[in-house]
T-cell receptor, first 112, second 111 residues
Framework: DTEVTQTPKHLVMGMTNKKSLKCEQH?????MYWYKQKAKKPPELMFV???????INESVPSRFSPECPNSSLLNLHLHALQPEDSALYLC???????????FGPGTRLLVL | DAKTTQPTSMDCAEGRAANLPCNHS???????VYWYRQIHSQGPQYIIH???NNETNEMASLIITEDRKSSTLILPHATLRDTAVYYC????????????FGDGTTLTVKP
């Protein structure tokens, strides 16, 4: 298995909803990432997990809450989002000590 | 991570070579040059990376200048499916490294 999978592909939520984005990889990668990408902009790093511990938080608002239950799974819990949080959310993973970062297909989020 | 500068857009005729430049004049000695591309509404896809030697794989070639301040990604025979945004990234080869994306080059391959 050489890919990163993300669910759901699309998500529409209201500003009072609580939802979660899920990411999974079975490549044995020990680093996992969340990126946010607005339309016509490059991806922006949000969080990095290394060996299931949060190692980088790029000053992301607390309405985004990451979780890494095990080495294969990464979640992003969403609560009280704003319309400007509508974006493509990308999960990625990489092997220790390197190298190439593998991206998932993303979850397209619309906040109404 | 060092910053990169790329042209906003480029066109290429189908079947011809596409040469995409990237400037990274502040690159440090332990930083690699990575190239990714993103086809519309998909996740970024790894293409190639290198430190100082030229590299080639089944997708592309990477030419890095001797002073390492710039590089060129070469797609030898561009197809319509190569139309995408191409990102040049400079980063250290460490775990959980921060890949900072610049604005990228939108390559349009035309028939």
């Amino acid at each position: 298995d050489t890919e990163v999978t993300q669910t759901p592909k699309h998500l529409v939520m209201g500003m009072t909803n609580k939802k979660s984005l899920k990411c999974e990889q079975h490549m044995g990668h020990r680093a996992m990432y969340w990126y946010k990408q607005k339309a016509k902009k490059p991806p922006e790093l949000m969080f990095v997990y290394s060996y299931e511990k949060l190692s980088i938080n790029e000053s992301v608002p607390s309405r985004f809450s990451p979780e890494c239950p095990n080495s294969s799974l990464l979640n992003l819990h969403l609560h009280a989002l704003q319309p400007e949080d509508s974006a493509l959310y990308l999960c990625a993973s990489s092997q220790e000590g390197q190298t190439t970062v593998c991206f998932g297909p993303g979850t397209r989020l619309l906040v109404l | 991570d060092a910053k990169t500068t790329q042209p906003t857009s480029m066109d290429c005729a189908e079947g011809r070579a596409a040469n995409l430049p990237c400037n990274h004049s502040t690159i440090s000695g332990n930083e690699y040059v990575y190239w990714y591309r993103q086809i519309h509404s998909q996740g970024p896809q790894y293409i190639i990376h290198g430190l100082k030697n030229n590299e080639t794989n089944e997708m592309a070639s990477l030419i890095i200048t001797e002073d390492r301040k710039s590089s060129t990604l070469i797609l030898p025979h561009a197809t319509l499916r190569d139309t995408a945004v191409y990102y040049c990234i400079v980063r250290e080869n460490t775990n959980a490294g921060k890949s900072t994306f610049g604005d990228g080059t939108t390559l349009t391959v035309k028939p």
